[in-house]
């Protein structure tokens, strides 16, 4: 049996497995880093599958490492697990994990031959809390020289590129007073908000077309009739690189500033991650990508549903120290898409299934190209940027 058609019949052996974790996920989301039972869970078929695993990797509650063979070429595959709040799997993080274990079932018994050591990272708070990103600081890529995964999307699109993205959480502190008794006593946190907020909506007329800067309140005061002494809220700014994001974030924070100033309220803008970066691919393994996904039938897209590959991602702070890939796989959810309640739907239906069987099926492949390739073997060996 040659290898290729080994790998078919390992992803093929697997499916029952990754479906069946797909759906179980699907139907306890779990939000960033709270993912205790999704990470449990999809560890657990990996060590079910003989992988030996470490649990609470470099001292994170709810990241994981799963491997398999002692090769000199470490390749890995992330599994994102956490859902959106309120929204459950709207991104369909559970569809990203049946991939990536799937993808490592159907390699895992050619490591050997492969002369590979095979990893699947569970990697916590992809949603805005940079799990990826920690677990670099924290040396979880150290010896990687390549990392891999599939993201669902309403439909394939081969390249990510992602916006870089900074998120911060703002808090105004006013001091409170009876609003019908005694207003003039008060200084109102909530009209710190209302401040920043028209001057942030007057300041993108002059930034760049591409840049995003958005948000909400999470909490606008206590009580109808008392002048809101606090207000909180969760705040993003996306620029096309984080030198383009260096540049923007302080026009958006003297926004900020200016609710401030005009109200007398105490303002603290506080990071909740390090910023997300720009992707960058790795082209031979996005081109084996793009072979072996439209030899299963899978076409690549454009238009108005192609876009979320500008979708932010702390992936590409590993793109820029390890050669990497993200490709996105279509789960035919339109006019549904991702961060909408009706994808999250999508998430678990026929097209999404099919999807993580596919997408497992690409990414084993191309791993085994990477492996067999000497040219591009001996380039991932020395490649760490």
Known sequence: MNADTAIRDGARRAEDRILALSHDLHAHPEVAWEEARSCVRVAGVLSDAGFAVEQQYVGLPTAFRAHVGTGPLHLA????????????????????????????????????????TLSVLGTPAEEGGGGKIEMLKRGAFEGVHAAVMAHPGPVDVARAEPYAVSHSHIRYDGKAAHAAAYPERGVNAADAFTVAQVAIGLLRQQLPPSTRVHGMMTRGGEAPNAIPQRTEGRWYVRAETLDELARIEPRVARCFEAGAVATGCELTIAPESEPYSEFRTDEALLTSYIRHAQGLGRVFRTGPDSLMNRASTDMGNVSQVIPAIHPYIGIDSAPAVNHQAEFAAASAAPAADRAAVDGALALALTLHDAACGSATREYLLTARR
Do not use: M, Q
């Open 77 to 116: 595959v992330c599994a994102e697990y956490d859902a959106l709040p309120g929204l459950g799997h709207a991104c369909g993080h559970n569809v990203i994990s049946a991939i990536s274990v799937g993808t490592a079932l159907a390699l895992a018994p050619l490591v050997d031959d492969l002369g590979i």
